[in-house]
Nanobody, 121 residues
Framework: QVQLVESGGGLVQAGGSLRLSCAAS????????MGWYRQAPGRQRELVAR???????YYADSVKSRFTISRDNAKNTVGLQMNSLKPEDTAVYYCVADTQMTRMTSLTRYWGQGTQVTVSS
């Protein structure tokens, strides 16, 4: 079992910055992909950014040049630096991790509990 604990959400004015952090713990062989999704009220959950264990990064178009994802493989953590925040970035942000329990098992995706980010205009 894998636990993902997020921190860093909050309320910020438009144009401001926040940093989200997520730490994975538990019993696993490796973590392949880590990333962040978000879900705004009345909308589907969407991918914000992801990073593989080798450092390959993807950003949603809506956050490119404003958000930066980073990862510490030794500590099993992933961060999301969010700059130039807009009201439309308001959502619950979820950390994800695709983990492998043993060398021979397939990947399993785990989700964090979510952290609220609210951007006021």
């Amino acid at each position: 079992q894998v636990q993902l604990v997020e921190s860093g959400g909050g309320l910020v004015q438009a144009g401001g910055s926040l940093r989200l952090s997520c730490a994975a713990s538990g019993s696993f062989f490796s973590i392949n992909l880590m990333g962040w999704y978000r879900q705004a009220p009345g909308r589907q959950r969407e991918l914000v950014a992801r990073i593989t264990s080798s450092g390959i990064i993807y950003y949603a178009d809506s956050v490119k040049s404003r958000f930066t994802i980073s990862r510490d493989n030794a500590k099993n953590t992933v961060g999301l630096q969010m700059n130039s925040l807009k009201p439309e970035d308001t959502a619950v942000y979820y950390c994800v991790a695709d983990t492998q329990m043993t060398r021979m098992t397939s990947l399993t995706r785990y989700w964090g509990q979510g952290t609220q980010v609210t951007v006021s205009s």
